[in-house]
């Protein structure tokens, strides 16, 4: 049988945390034959309640659960891990500004990237959930880097809960199932700036474009839909969306390790420059996974209005960079 595999969940005492671990230690992001080894990580003040998470985690008595180990130490935490998900960070509390949201986490950002360049496997894939997502995993990648061990391409953002969101907007609207819905990207960073574009999704051979055919739709429902959709279920459920990000992070990580069948999938990755978006950004893009890698899709046609769209949400990106940027030394 396999050896296992380490992976570390930051933040594992919260909500999301309650949602991911489990589907973590059932096999559904790795495998139902790869045993796992969880290394959460906490706070000081949340090591009990992650006690109590780890009590019901043995409660479940999963087979292919090889090992867990709780700590507030990053250095511990990350030892030796391939599977690193960053979903702790700081919530903007009353009165908080957007500056100083990005201050508080470019710190915790900046201990975590440096943990990970020092004491993770040189294989690890990050993927980084935590708000602000792109620019936490922006400088956790910068952070790792000057360590050489981990590759700068290996931190990774998520927006696959936009494209998990998109994809059922999609779906209602065509009636066609969401399994059926090939070629959707989610272009940017995870916020209301995102451009969800379905210019190229196809349902068994259909242009889902010519099916809806009605520009005022995506303009006017789609988009706000899809941009506002967190917000919109913390207005409902008092809490922000808990279970269906943790799906997608297991998304994540499951299509990256064990490929996406050919098919389309969005990742925060770092740009190489391509489709004009600056070097070392990173920023949703259309990806298709395979043997433990993903590969850009490349060459699309990129028409004016999304030119303007994606524009928009980079603009954003450059702007929480630029806000960081002394942080980083
Ligand atoms: P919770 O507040 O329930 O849990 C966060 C946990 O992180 C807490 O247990 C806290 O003690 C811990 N934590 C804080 N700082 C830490 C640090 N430096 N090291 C380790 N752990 C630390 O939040 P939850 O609802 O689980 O959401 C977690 C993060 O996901 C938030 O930043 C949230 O904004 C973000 N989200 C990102 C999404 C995405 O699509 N990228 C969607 C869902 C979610 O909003």
């Known amino acids: 049988s396999k050896s ?50 780890i009590m019901e985690l043995e ?21 030796d891990t391939q599977a690193a998900l960053l979903v702790g960070a700081r919530p903007r509390g009353p009165g908080m500004e957007r500056k100083d949201l990005l201050a508080e986490n470019a710190k915790i950002f900046t201990v975590q990237g440096a943990a990970i360049g020092q004491y993770a496997a040189p294989d690890c894939r990050v993927l980084v959930v935590g708000n602000p997502c792109n620019t936490n995993a922006y400088i956790a990648k910068e952070s790792a880097k000057k360590f050489g061990r981990v590759p700068s391409k290996n931190f990774t953002a998520m927006l696959r809960l ?71 279920i913390i207005e409902a459920r008092g809490l922000s969306s808990a279970a269906s990000a943790a799906n997608a992070a297991i998304d994540h990580m499951r299509d990256w390790f064990l490929g996406s069948n050919g098919e389309w999938v969005t990742m925060g990755i770092e740009s190489d420059g391509s489709y004009g978006i600056p070097e070392g950004i990173i920023y949703g893009v259309p990806v298709i996974t395979a043997n433990g890698e993903f590969k850009r899709v490349e060459g699309l046609e990129i028409d004016e209005f999304s030119r303007e769209k994606m524009n928009f949400t980079l603009k954003e ?13």
């Open 162 to 232: 936009d494209h998990n969101r998109a994809l059922s907007q999609l779906s209602s609207k065509t009636g066609r199932p969401v399994s059926s819905l090939k070629n959707l990207i989610v272009w940017g960073n995870h916020s209301p700036t995102m451009y969800a574009d379905y210019r190229f999704v196809t349902s068994n051979g259909d242009k889902v474009k010519a099916l809806i055919n009605d520009e005022a739709w995506n303009r006017d429902v789609f988009l706000p839909t899809v941009g506002k959709r967190g917000a919109a």
């Open 317 to 329: 990106l450059e702007e929480e960079r630029a806000g960081v940027a002394d942080l980083l030394g």
């Open 59 to 79: 409660d479940c008595a999963f087979p292919l659960l090889a090992g867990v180990i709780a700590t507030d130490d990053p250095a511990v935490a990350f030892k």
């Open 4 to 53: 296992p595999i380490r992976v570390t969940v930051t933040g594992a005492a919260g909500q999301i945390g309650y949602s991911l671990l489990f589907r973590i230690a059932s096999g559904e992001m790795l495998g139902k034959d790869q045993p796992v080894i969880l290394q959460l990580l906490d706070l000081p003040q949340a090591q009990k309640a992650l006690a109590g998470v």
